[in-house]
């Protein structure tokens, strides 16, 4: 089985514009949770789709959006980009009833000068 | 209130020895706990886990142990190998959670050295 993939692996934007970020699950997994990964920081949970929709979201502003399609990929968004959105974002995907047990991507790193 | 703890942010090991690696936690309803493993340039991958019913989960060189009076579980790696160098994050489900929400700690850089 394919792992979870994410594109692009790299990218640069400049502050004030906007990104998409896209992510496909592993076949069969329907949940798909967002993660940003910054030094210091450690993971911190974006939000989690199921079946299209928003299952689970955290502690981000709403310039941070996601949405999941009828095949389960994934794509998130951030616009009015910041400095401090510089960060890898990785992407997992999980089987329904088992999604403690989380499949992550490569992820996207993302950088804003 | 919802947070874990890696109080390390790096451990060095000699090859063959132990590894324990610790992690904190603040709220005694989290039920379950894993470890992931991160190599640059990847994702995490699952490592191991254990229920809040268990003090004691062992896969193979793995085995993390769980003290819920303290609020503590470490992670053992016996004996260590280079191969193991990576970040390690313990991570526990939310507790208002209905999906797949992990809260992690910050990680610990283990470095095995030969």
């Not at chain 1, 997992?92 to 996207?108: H, I, M, V």
């Not at chain 2, 313990?90 to 990680?107: H, T």
Request: net charge positive; with cysteine.
């Amino acid at each position: 089985k394919a792992g979870v993939t994410q594109t692009p692996r790299y990218l640069i934007k400049t502050r004030g514009q906007q990104v998409t970020l896209s992510c496909s699950p592993i076949s069969g997994h329907r949940s798909v949770s967002w993660y940003q990964q910054t030094p210091g920081q450690g993971l911190q949970f974006l939000f989690e789709y199921f079946s299209e929709t928003q299952r689970n979201k955290g502690n981000f502003p709403g310039r941070f959006s996601g949405r999941q399609f009828s095949n389960s990929r994934s794509e998130m968004n951030v616009s009015t980009l910041e400095l401090g959105d510089s960060a890898l974002y990785l992407c997992a995907s999980s089987l329904p009833g088992q999604t403690y047990e989380q499949y992550f991507g490569p992820g996207t790193r993302l950088t804003v000068t | 209130d919802q947070q874990v703890k890696q109080n390390s942010p790096s451990l060095s090991v000699q090859e063959g020895r132990i590894s324990i690696l610790n992690c904190d936690y603040t709220n005694s309803m989290f039920d379950y706990f894993l470890w992931y493993k991160k190599y640059p340039a990847e994702g995490p991958t699952f490592l191991i886990s254990i229920s809040s019913i268990k003090d004691k989960n062992e896969d193979g060189r793995f085995t993390v142990f769980l003290n819920k009076s303290a609020k503590h579980l470490s992670l053992h790696i016996v004996p260590s190998q280079p191969g193991d160098s990576a970040v390690y994050f313990c991570a526990a489900p939310s507790v208002y959670n209905q999906g797949g929400k992990l809260i992690f700690g910050q990680g610990t850089e283990l470095s095995v050295k030969p």
